[in-house]
């Protein structure tokens, strides 16, 4: 409990954030202790949060970021967010998909919170360029929104990514479809703040 506590209250986990602490037997059976005691939620096999709790509504609902990142730490796999959700992070929609989607060099698995699905899906290396980066958000994002929007994503993220970000994805963008790639190399080479809007 003291581990959930020191991440803060909405952190999502699984048994494997445990085990340099004790043996998995001794982790599951403290876990479900706790679920039973009302401490922490199980939201599905393998996966607990500590739920942020709102005075009206009760118990809400964890980030779904925070449930693919923890799915993907229990297999040692990488994880980022793919198609509308991608272009929803990057201000380019307004439409909230209800399905979230990430993309994984892991097993594919869908949780089912409520109403919200969270699917990650397993992808080939060549659908995963840069993941958990805002770089890759941005590929996503491209790949999702077509050829047809590419000049309002290159706007949109040369001016949102760092410079740290922008070097990843100089870096990334040999590896992208050959039609991604001059805006791409836009977006890496723009200074923030240097294009026209």
Do not use: C
Request: proline fraction near 6%.
């Amino acid at each position: 409990m003291k581990r959930a506590r020191s991440r803060g209250r909405g952190s999502v986990f699984t048994p494997s954030d445990f085990l340099n602490v004790a043996g998995r037997a001794s982790v599951d059976q403290a876990l479900s202790r706790l679920v039973k005691s009302g401490k922490l939620r199980r939201l599905a096999q393998g996966l607990y949060d500590f739920p942020k709790v709102h005075p009206k509504l009760g118990p809400l609902s964890p980030a779904p970021d925070d449930v693919a990142r923890a799915m993907a730490r229990e297999t040692g796999s990488r994880v980022q967010i793919a198609g509308a959700q991608a272009a929803n992070a990057l201000g380019l929609s307004t439409q909230v998909p209800a399905r979230n989607t990430y993309l994984t060099d892991g097993p594919s698995r869908r949780v089912v919170l409520g109403k919200r699905v969270i699917d990650v899906r397993h992808a080939s290396p060549k659908h995963l360029i840069a993941p958990g980066s805002a770089a890759g958000t941005v590929v996503q994002a491209l790949r999702h929104m077509g050829s047809v929007r590419a000049a309002d994503i290159v706007q949109i993220a040369a001016n949102r990514l760092s410079a740290s970000d922008k070097k990843t994805l100089a870096t990334a963008a040999v590896q992208a479809p050959a039609w991604m790639r001059p805006a791409l190399v836009l977006i890496a080479n723009t200074r923030t703040g240097t294009v026209d809007g």
